[in-house]
């Protein structure tokens, strides 16, 4: 197996990062290929945390590649102090490798997200530049880092841009915009310390897949905030199907032959849009409380509900997911029942179906060691799906992780 896609099925925060580095013993490269530092991947190794917002949740492991591909927005000062948090709990950065070609994110950027997030019809974004970045860069405004670096022409590329912005936030906003020498400056200042790791990362593209290299694609956000197929408006600025592994690295098609599916037992949201399945009353608190439902990167308090067996079918479907791993199965242990939604009403409302609840699940070392009703619950769920839950995990560390 040369290249496998690791994606969220849901609203994001499905625990991407601990089943990516599960997963990553098994590879020689992990690489971020769409999305920015609006992505939180929580690790637990060894009884600590650590936060991954941009780098990949490969870099755990000091024998292994981790890129941060071409589709990948980059907020140059994130990444330092990722970088810089890293090396504190002694773990080396030297595997990092960053395209030239990601776009930067700027603090015009960032002033935009925010002065869009306080109008009315706002979505609830992170307010980390990552709409205003990925516009830019359709629009051929974007700057890329090879932009900055390659000789001449740097500042008036920044300038340009940043004029733009600054009209748009003073005239359209009533924003006074960040200082354009002020910002360039801290940016190269950045990019001074980044440029080791800048390189061309389509290269090491073509050459992993002509000697079949074992590549991890660890995607961010979840299918159903992808700007495309998800819940339009309500959505990202990226997108997560596992085709945009290939266009935010420059891996070729014909390499992928593993699509890893990441879900909740249940569904969370951060951030405004429809959710079916959303529950208001004690269960959901509890849910929260149990399952930490705490945004990694805005500190927001996540939507809970139950799992969708509809969205789920439309998300596997469309990322082509071969193989699902299903996360906090310890968080619903000890609930009286557990309901998924199987189907739809004619007024559109999620029909349950409803599991006897579980116990608590301790150290279970295989898939036999779980308990019955979990099994019938996680068995159910494969059927709909058509495809094998094959990863199960009860608990944020590594070693609470059943492979099947
Ligand atoms: P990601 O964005 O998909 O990587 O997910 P986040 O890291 O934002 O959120 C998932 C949270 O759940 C993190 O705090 C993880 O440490 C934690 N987690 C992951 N898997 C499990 C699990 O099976 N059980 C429990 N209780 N927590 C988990
Ligand atoms: P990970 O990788 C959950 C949500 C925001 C908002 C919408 C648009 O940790 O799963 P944006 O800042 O991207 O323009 O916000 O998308 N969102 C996420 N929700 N997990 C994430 O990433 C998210 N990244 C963005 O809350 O609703
Ligand atoms: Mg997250």
Redesign the pocket.
Known sequence: MSASVLL?LQW???????ITDYLASQAEIVLRFQGGDN????L?IDGKKYFNHLIPSGIMYDDKLSIIGNGVVVNPATLVKEIAGLKENGISAKGLRVSEKCHLITPFHIALDGANEMRKGSIGTTKKGIGPAYSDKAARRGLRFLDLLDGDGGFQRYESAAKYHSFVLKEYFGIEPPDIQDSYDKIMEYLNILKTYICNTEELMFEAYEKGTKILFEGAQGILLDLDHGTYPFVTSSNTVSGAALCGSGYPLGGVKKITG?FKSYTTRVGDGPFATELFDDISEAICDK??EYG?TTGRKRRVGWADIVDLKRAVLLSGTTDLAM?????LCGMEKVLIAEGRDSANKPIYKEFEGWGEIIQAGKYSDLPENLKKYIEYIEEQLGVPINII????ARR?TIER
């Open positions: 969220g994001g925060d499905e625990g991407k990062g601990k992505a939180g991947h929580t637990l990441v399952g930490g990694t996360t906090k199965a310890d968080v995990s009860y608990g944020p609470q």
